[in-house]
């Protein structure tokens, strides 16, 4: 019997223990013989070694030795980035040393885009007046107040079945669709073609669906921002990105909340989506202002409006009346150490810091936003886990990808 990390299983190992996720969920059962779909939906579920009767000879993979000149190069350009960050510490140091290897095998570019001269609307003080106006403001999103709080009810509800959570996603056929394709692709790594939400929901649980139902309609609802101010496909991957990352690492750290955490990572900037939505004027007055100024978004925010985008994100969960452990992730998740619950958007702000470092997609942001070692002492998870969570996240992106919507 040994204990084999993920990423060096091999088909034809035998399960020697029942595998189970956070929530005790079985995943695997003692005696399975491994095979591909078994390796994806263990990295899907945020596993990271199984206890096999042998771990038989396995293929060990020696990285390439970097050419230290190209990563200097990318190294000096990433300095940009991760200039709010203490560079010292350990978590970062990996973060940056896997953001650098990432850009060496992918480029992307990494120069700031020239200064912008701000415009005449820049002058802050004509924005001051936004947070009395959201206060104002009646953001209807088209099916998600009635198809949320109607999944709410029957999930609190003991005596609710897959057919009724079915029931209620199908009220939308374009959701419908979308979560038919994510369940059949290579995310979940299921052999027979799954053909119902109710089969789906049987499958992957009724809160993993009804999360997917909640993250997907209200992201779809900002579809409409004009791209000259916001790349909305690009945030939406970042967002996406950011959930996959926060779940893995709540996995890993043993929080048990992980499908609301992947909810939490996908929303955390959805006050930036408000902002572009309905201030376009500002915001992009702020994007600017960022990138003159080479300051992060997010105190340009307090700057120009007086209040940020994780304060306007927590009014608008507040209206919808969606959890509290949501809106509290939300809105800590730039100030972990003061959540009531400080671990859960410990995983959210850590997943933002990730997210950002390897360019997976956008928010608008330049700056890697500010790291506290607090919220990751919180944690209790060792700097070793980073890189396998990143690998699996960039796995699982990829699948994502390939299914979600994009314009």
């Known amino acids: 019997m040994a204990l084999v990390k993920i990423d060096k299983l091999q088909q034809g190992m035998v399960v020697s223990e029942d595998v189970r996720d956070i929530s005790e969920r079985l995943l695997l059962s003692k005696g399975v ?90 002058n802050p003080q004509s924005f001051k007046a936004i947070l009395q106006k959201i206060d104002r403001i009646e953001v209807q999103l088209p099916e998600v107040p009635s198809l949320v709080f109607e999944l709410t009810e029957i999930i609190a509800d003991p005596m609710s079945t897959a057919g009724d959570i079915a029931q209620v996603v199908n009220q939308s056929p374009s959701l419908t669709a979308t979560l038919l394709k994510i369940v059949n692709s290579a995310y979940y790594g299921f052999r027979s073609k799954i053909d119902s939400i109710s089969r789906a929901i049987m499958l992957i649980g009724s809160n993993e669906v009804s999360n997917l139902a909640l993250g997907i309609t209200i992201m779809e609802t900002f579809r409409d921002i004009p791209k000259q101010i916001l790349d909305v496909a690009s945030f939406l991957e970042h967002s996406l990105s950011c959930g996959i990352v926060a779940r893995l690492l709540a996995a890993h750290a043993k929080i048990n909340q992980t499908e609301q955490i992947f909810v939490s990572g996908m929303l955390h900037d959805i006050g930036r989506l408000i902002l572009c939505k309905y201030f376009p004027q500002a915001a992009k007055a702020m994007f600017e202002e960022a990138v003159r100024t080479q300051q992060s978004l997010y105190a340009v925010e307090r700057a120009m409006i007086g209040t940020t985008h994780t304060q306007i994100g927590r009014k608008l969960l507040t209206k919808w009346k969606l959890p509290y452990t949501l809106e509290n992730n939300v809105y800590y998740h730039h100030n972990p150490a003061a959540s009531p619950q400080p671990q859960l958007a410990a995983a959210v702000m850590l997943a933002d810091i990730i997210v950002h470092g390897l360019d997976m997609g956008s928010s608008g942001e330049q700056k890697i936003p500010s790291f506290h070692a607090q919220a990751w002492q919180s944690m209790k998870l060792p700097v070793g886990a980073i890189k396998p969570v990143i690998e699996q996240a960039l796995g699982q992106l990829e699948n994502l990808r390939q299914v979600m919507p994009r314009e």
């Open 33 to 122: 013989e491994i095979g591909d779909q078994h390796i994806r939906i263990l990295k899907m579920w945020g596993v990271f070694e199984i206890e096999v009767d042998t771990a038989g000879p396995m293929e060990v993979r020696e990285s390439s030795s970097l050419d230290s000149e190209q990563a200097g190069a990318v190294s000096q350009a990433l300095s940009r980035k991760f200039s709010n960050l203490d560079l010292a510490h350990p978590v970062i140091r990996e973060i940056l040393k896997l953001s650098i290897e990432r850009r060496l095998v992918h480029p992307v570019p990494t120069e700031p885009k020239p200064p912008i001269q701000p415009q005449p609307e820049s």
